[in-house]
Nanobody
Framework: QSHIVESGGGLVQPGGSLRLSCATS????????MGWYRQAPGKQRDLVAT???????DYSDSVKGRFTISRENGKNTVYLQMNSLKPEDTAVYYC?????????WGQGTQVTVSS
């Protein structure tokens, strides 16, 4: 059975940093592109960062230069380092495989950026 567990969220002041982790089990991880998504209240879930099996990364314009995605294939885990956080980064963050999504999705981890 597949499991995705996101963690590392919390309350942080503008300009602060957080590191999110996504632990997976029961899924094929190594050969797939992985991604971090976020969903703010009342908005759709958006893909903000991806990383290929080879470590090639891509980011949405809204997070480029501030967020860094990485992965550890041996641990079936993906990370999101978030720096220079802004209030508009407030959302629930999820990870999944963009090209072949796993269901059910994880519960996500809440990130709140506020002074």
């Amino acid at each position: 059975q597949s499991h995705i567990v996101e963690s590392g969220g919390g309350l942080v002041q503008p300009g602060g940093s957080l590191r999110l982790s996504c632990a997976t089990s029961g899924i094929v991880f190594d050969i797939y592109r992985m991604g971090w998504y976020r969903q703010a209240p009342g908005k759709q879930r958006d893909l903000v960062a991806t990383i290929t099996r080879f470590g090639n990364t891509d980011y949405s314009d809204s997070v480029k230069g501030r967020f860094t995605i990485s992965r550890e294939n041996g641990k079936n885990t993906v990370y999101l380092q978030m720096n220079s956080l802004k209030p508009e980064d407030t959302a629930v963050y999820y990870c999944n495989r963009p090209d072949r999504p796993v269901t059910p999705w994880g519960q996500g981890t809440q990130v709140t950026v506020s002074s």
